[in-house]
């Protein structure tokens, strides 16, 4: 295979692909027979088939998202649009550099 090069906007769509294609087996045979078609739907130009990632074999827990966040592994300031970080500022949400405060959900 050679050393495919995609765009910041083909990177997320084959993003969504590979996400349909660990749900949806119609679409993962359709990739598996016809690659090259498949991803110009997803408006991504290759001569050959990406590969595929495999899907996760386990889900994982709150309590191990919660784990993630307490050892910097995971950067929930600003990162999602439902939750808000009370101590962040306009310059630092989303910027990765969180203020250590604990992330909350918006109230409706």
């Not at 359709?30 to 595929?52: F, H, K, N, T």
Request: aromatic share 4%.
């Amino acid at each position: 295979m050679s050393d495919i090069q995609l765009t910041a906007e083909e990177r997320r769509s084959f993003g969504a692909l590979v996400a349909q294609l660990w749900s949806d087996e119609e679409l993962a045979t359709r990739y598996r027979d016809e690659p090259v078609a498949v991803l110009a739907e997803y408006g991504i130009s290759a001569q050959e088939a990406l590969p595929v990632p495999p899907a996760p074999v386990e889900e994982i827990s709150d309590e191990s998202l919660g784990l993630l966040g307490a050892v910097g592994g995971l950067s929930t300031c600003g990162s999602a649009s439902s939750f808000s970080c009370p101590g962040c500022t306009a310059s630092t949400v989303g910027s990765g550099t969180c203020c250590g405060s604990q992330p909350t959900l918006p109230v409706s």
